[in-house]
Structures are given as C-alpha cells and as structure tokens.
C-alpha cells in the first residue's frame, strides 16, 4: 500500500518559523483563504521562537476547522488521564487535570514555568473551540489513517535527532540565530508536514519548510518510519512530541 498527498510548501522565512510555514502549507492544501490573518503574522511566538501544534490548531479552529492533536508529551499529560478518552465529557475532564497540574507546578523550579502555562492556556482554549486530543501507542496507524483519508499531518518532532545534526546554542552575537555546539547546546524542535507513507519500504514521505536542510537536499524527502517515530518522541524534549491534523468540518479525523 502506498499513500501521498500533493503538498507544496514554501521556504520557512527564519529560523523560528517552521510551524506557521507548515500550517500555510496545509491551508494552501484545503484552499483555505488566510488573507490579512496569514498565520505567519498572527500566530504568537513562544519567548526565544517558536510556536505550539496547539497554537497552530487554534488558529485552524478560528477558521472554521476542524482539528486533532495526538499526543506523546508526557511534560504535559499523564497517562492515566486518557483512560475514558472516548466518553463525551472527556474534553472537560481533560482541562480540569491541565488546570489542576498547573496550580500545582507552576512555581516548582524543576519546571519549565512558561511552556507549562503557555500549553496549559493554549490546550483548554483548544479544547473549549471544539479540539480533540488523544493518546494511543505510536503505530505505523496513526500515521496511515490520516493520509488513507486524504488529511495531511502536521508534525512536531526533534530536529536534532531527524537530521543527526548537533545540538544548537543561540548566537551571542546574532540573536534568533542558532549555532551548532555539540558539548554546549540543546536540542531543537522542529515542524515537518507528513504527506506519504509507503508501507512496502516503511518510509514516509516528508515537506519540510526548512529548504536547505541536512538531512536533504531537497525540502521534499523520505525517512523510514522508525526514524521518524523516534524524532518524534524525543520531541517531548522542546514540548513537541505531536501529531495535529486539520481538515475542514466534516472531516473524519
């Protein structure tokens, strides 16, 4: 069986704008109108870049979509939550366990306190919009079920570990600029759109906004499905670890 879905997408215009550029790629896909609200302006930037899947999924919402987060983030979700996870009033348990947990960590030092309170606004407003978040073992499924109905995945996932490249730290010099240092940097987030999957080879296929990257030398590329597995889990590292598919409403997600 073999999957892929048209998608076209552009350049990425900096280093911190890799989620946006995937979302204007999965517009672009559905025909979706962003003009004067294009998300590359409206969509808020976390302190030092970068954005939330569920911030992009906001902003799908807003517009008359639907959307889907799968999640792996254990920094932000317990297990134990997604038990009744099909019942209809999961949606308000789920936010009530978000609201809980951040009254109790929001001052622990152990914490990353922004991300935390950042996710956990973003997540209730997600899930009050009418958003969906699930739970479920990583299996070639999660990835093949979309794509078999024609949806598109939006895709956070560790950069680092994708491209086998080193660690980053920020340039002192040029801020917003990140630099490879492999004993003195940390580990980078990043966004892909997943439009193909080839269960003969076990590899998906990929759109990257980031055009000269080093896994490729093009921005349209294969990695085997474990590979990409893998990347995405370690995602939970930068608070990515995510699935997000959007469609119009209607769609079967």
Not at 110 to 129: C, H, M, N, P, W
Request: charged share 20%; glycine share 8%; net charge negative.
């Amino acid at each position: 069986m073999s999957l892929s879905i048209p998608i076209e997408i552009r350049p990425q215009p900096n280093e911190t704008t890799c989620g946006p550029s995937c979302l204007d790629a999965v517009y672009r896909y559905w025909d979706v109108s962003v003009e004067g609200s294009h998300p590359l302006d409206t969509i808020e930037q976390l302190p030092g870049g970068g954005t939330l899947a569920v911030q992009l999924a906001i902003d799908a919402l807003r517009r008359g979509m639907e959307a889907t987060i799968t999640t792996f983030n254990l920094h932000l979700f317990d297990p134990t939550w997604f038990r009744h996870q099909s019942e209809a009033s999961f949606g308000e348990h789920l936010a009530d366990k978000l609201r809980r947990q951040l009254v109790i960590k929001r001052d622990d030092p152990t914490v990353d306190a922004v991300r935390l309170g950042r996710s956990t606004k973003a997540y209730i407003e997600f899930l009050q919009l009418g958003g969906q978040v699930r739970m479920q073992p990583f299996e070639e499924t999660v990835i093949s079920r979309p794509l078999a109905h024609g949806l598109p995945i939006l895709c956070g996932l560790s950069s680092t570990y994708l491209y086998q490249e080193a660690r980053e730290r920020e340039s002192e010099s040029e801020p917003g600029k990140f630099k490879p240092d492999d004993t003195g940097g940390f580990p980078s987030g990043h966004f892909v759109v997943l439009h193909g999957y080839d269960a003969s080879s076990g590899e998906v296929e990929i759109a990257d906004p980031l055009h000269d990257n080093p896994f490729s030398s093009s921005h349209q590329y294969r990695a085997s499905f474990h590979k990409l597995a893998t990347a995405i889990l370690l995602g939970i590292v930068t608070y990515d670890a995510n699935l997000l598919v959007i469609a119009p409403a209607g769609s079967p997600l």
